[in-house]
């Protein structure tokens, strides 16, 4: 069975602070780790990461998949209000187009 | 362009009442999917459609049914609800090699009193 487990489950910080989101995933046959951001309703995409794209990078935002260690980070530079949100995590195996997600972090950004 | 349409948005159902919650996309995607979400849990997989015709079990299917009805369409039922159905019920679509993963609708809120 596939198995994702996000860290922390929960964090606070300042605006301006840099976080560090860790996902670790056990998965056969990996496809890719995908990464949501879900404020009030639906999760948003933010990254997908594959065999073939290992880093990605969108403004603040940048995540790191580790193909070793089996896990991934999602970073956030200057950190501001609106980056509060629950941060998904998931992975798609490649034996099927379903994703399992993790719990989630929830990180709140405070002024 | 709407994406992906969930109805309702929110219901209150006693225990033992029945309902089905629609979902529909417009993005010509082959897969389809039903989520539950609760508090700590993350999302957690219901049953998902890989293409028109088929539907297979995710990780918590007990209580629930589905329908696809068409390349569109994709339904969840509860027969006879429970209290431990409260949930935020995601419905979601996808194209296999997509670089975006999943497209979520809005959810559905659904309380089980």
């Known amino acids: 069975e596939d198995k994702v487990v996000q860290s922390p489950l929960s964090l606070v910080v300042h605006e301006g602070d840099t976080v560090t989101l860790n996902c670790s995933y056990e998965?056969?046959?990996?496809?890719?780790l995908l990464w949501y951001k879900q404020e009030k309703k639906a999760p948003t995409f933010l990254f997908m990461l594959?065999?073939?794209?290992i880093e990605k990078k969108s403004g603040r935002l940048s995540s790191i998949l580790d193909k070793k260690e089996l896990s991934s980070i999602l970073n956030i530079t200057a950190t501001q209000t609106g980056d509060s949100a629950i941060y998904l995590c998931?992975?798609?195996?490649?034996?099927?187009?379903?994703?399992?997600f993790g719990t989630g972090t929830r990180l709140q950004v405070t002024l | 362009n709407a994406g992906v349409t969930q109805t309702p948005k929110f219901q209150v159902l006693k225990t033992g009442q029945s309902m089905t919650l629609q979902c529909a996309q417009d993005?010509?995607?082959?897969?389809m999917y039903w989520y539950r979400q609760d508090p700590g849990m993350g999302l957690r997989l219901i049953y998902y459609?890989?293409?028109?015709?088929?539907?297979d079990k995710g990780e918590v299917p007990n209580g629930y049914n589905v329908s696809r009805l068409n390349k569109r369409e994709f339904s969840l039922r509860l027969e006879s609800a429970a209290p431990s159905q409260t949930s935020v019920y995601f419905c979601?679509?996808?194209?296999?090699?997509?670089?975006?993963?999943?497209?979520f609708g809005s959810g559905t809120r659904l309380t089980v009193v």
């Open positions: 979601a679509s996808s194209e296999a090699g997509s670089p975006r993963g999943y497209t």
């Open positions: 998965v056969t046959n990996f496809r890719s």
């Open positions: 594959t065999s073939s794209g």
């Open positions: 998931a992975v798609e195996p490649g034996t099927a187009s379903k994703l399992t």
């Open positions: 993005m010509n995607h082959n897969s």
């Open positions: 459609s890989a293409s028109e015709g088929t539907t």
